[in-house]
């Protein structure tokens, strides 16, 4: 669906008021990675990574500075029109619909600029009706709406012309816990029944666990991680931490292959690599042990050793 | 093209309902314009009034000169006058949803506005046509009437043809907007009265570089009947319709050429 070789963008800004500087940035570096329908794919990076950058190379937004990119077959930046119609795309940070107009004429618009067939039409916007439940608020102009609504609203636009692929640039951006939920609900239902390929950029590792079976890590404009949640768990997170209620309060275990990272009185925690059942052993032998825990990394904890490389 | 032109209508209706959704700031837009039109229209008979000839032109023909730029040029900034804005929106990124959308960015930016207030404009133009014919002894042959419906449509795009590529500079500078206005502002200025008026130079300058002698003043000496005062050959005064195909095209492409300049901003 999408392939990418050595894309590569760079920006040139002139910098101060008087003595314009040229200066180069270079957004990003020779990145490589494919995609196949039907996959879920988050894409994630520090602020400034070049995540948007990427998006937009990919959507024909931007034309690239170097290397190939090709989305369903096309050329982005030479065949925007044919593209746009298979894809849908969303920007956090931006508004697409008509702001002040009801909700409901948006979709009418976007119908005829996609020429979207009635029948067609009525069908999908009575789904998104449903799912996102849009009923409430389809009548209210735009710049009424609450960020939440606005979202549920920018989303059925995205995906009103049936697109066979979307790209969501921080989708979830400033969303409440309930609503984050029922756009991740949204997101999973027209990746598993429809087959959409999605790929979407966040800073909410929230979304990448719940959703993705697959994850992208940029960082200063190259590719630091591609593969699945577990191998980035295990490659990055190989130490996990065995968490021990002892009889009483004690001096710190020494125990071999695992450091006492915390004491709160009878409480222990180990940090350890390897097997658990050992290092409980080797414990047990040392101490005797009322309860016990194995605490996995979390992906957020993940991600800030990443970032700190 | 017939699609484009149902695009269009369905984006400007939109833009029109936006409009009224403020009625008020609406109302008084349309009352400000019409006022400052007026009193233009004022000073404009106060100097035909008070020079009986400009050269070898009436106070009736330059003021028929005067309306038929006037009216091409209003109907043009009705049309695309919101140009003036587009830097804005290569500055703050916006440009962005118009490419991933399918259709022609040009189709989309054109019709992404409406200046309903600008009507009044046009109306001022009416006003001072309708003058001039009071004063005129037209007489209409087919050939000038053709001449005259072919020339008005040319003019609206070759100005707006001036207009797109002096915005297409947005894509570069991404502050364009002074620069598109010197350019067209100053253009219907000239435009507007004869033009052995003005120096050789500007005349080549103008002739060549910027055809808006083709937008009003060639036809306009046909409809009249005056031979041309320069004697220039009497083929200009049917050149326009090729003009505003060859200035379409240029604008086209540039805008085409422009467009994948296009940096974007981040976020
Ligand atoms: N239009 C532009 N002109 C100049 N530089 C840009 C432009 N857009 C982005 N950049 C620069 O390119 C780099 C990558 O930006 P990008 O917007 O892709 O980051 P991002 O990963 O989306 O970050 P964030 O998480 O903050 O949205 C940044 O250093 C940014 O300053
Ligand atoms: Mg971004």
Known sequence: MIEVENLSKR??????????????????????????????????????????????????????????????????????????????????????????????????????????????????????????????????????????????GELTAAMLHGPELLFLDEPTIGLDVVAKQRVRDFLVEINRDDGVTVMLTTHDLGDIERLCNRLLVIDHGSLIWDGGIPE?????????????????????????????????????????????????????????????????????????????? | MVDAVFVWRKLVGAQVRSQLQYRMSFTLDVFGSFWISFIDFLVVLTIFHNISRLNSWTVHEVAFLYALSSITFAFTDLLIGHLDQFPQKIRDGNFDIVLV?????????????????????VLQGTIVLVYALSGLSIHWTAGRVAVLLVSLPSAVVIFGSVWVVGACVAFWTTDGGEFTNAFTYGGTTMAQYPFDVYGTWLRRLLGYFVPLAFVCYFPALYVLGKPDPLGLPRALDFLSPAVAAAAACVAGLTWRFAVRHYRSAGG
């Open chain 1, 11 to 152: 920006f040139v800004v002139r910098r101060g008021r008087f003595r314009r500087e040229r200066h180069v940035v270079d957004a990003v570096k020779e990145i490589s990675f494919g995609v196949e329908r039907g996959e879920l794919l988050g894409y994630l990076g520090p602020n400034g990574a070049g995540k948007s950058t990427t998006i937009k190379m990919l959507t024909g937004i931007l034309v690239p500075s170097g290397g190939r990119v090709s989305v369903g077959g096309l050329d982005p930046s030479r065949k925007r029109i044919e593209l746009a119609r298979r894809i849908g795309a969303m920007f956090g940070q931006r508004v697409q619909l008509w702001w002040d107009l009801p909700l409901l004429d948006s979709f009418q618009l976007l119908r005829h600029i996609y020429k979207v067939p009635p029948g067609r039409y009525r069908e999908s916007l009575a789904r998104f009706r449903e799912v996102l439940e849009l009923d409430a608020f389809i009548h209210t102009p735009v710049r009424q709406l609450s960020l939440g609504q606005r979202i549920r």
């Open chain 2, 101 to 121: 959308r399918p259709r022609g960015t040009l189709l989309q930016i054109v019709a992404s506005d409406f200046a309903s207030r600008r009507l009044a404009r």
């Open chain 1, 232 to 309: 980035l768990k295990e490659r990055y997170g190989g130490e996990r931490v065995l968490v021990v209620d002892l009889e009483g309060p004690s001096e710190p275990l020494q125990v071999d292959g695992a450091t006492v990272e915390r004491v709160e009185g009878p409480r222990q925690w180990l940090r350890f690599r390897g097997s658990a059942s050992e290092l409980t052993a080797r414990v047990a032998a040392a101490a005797r042990i009322v309860d016990l825990q194995v605490q996995e990394p979390d992906i957020e904890e993940i991600v800030r050793r990443i970032y700190m490389r």
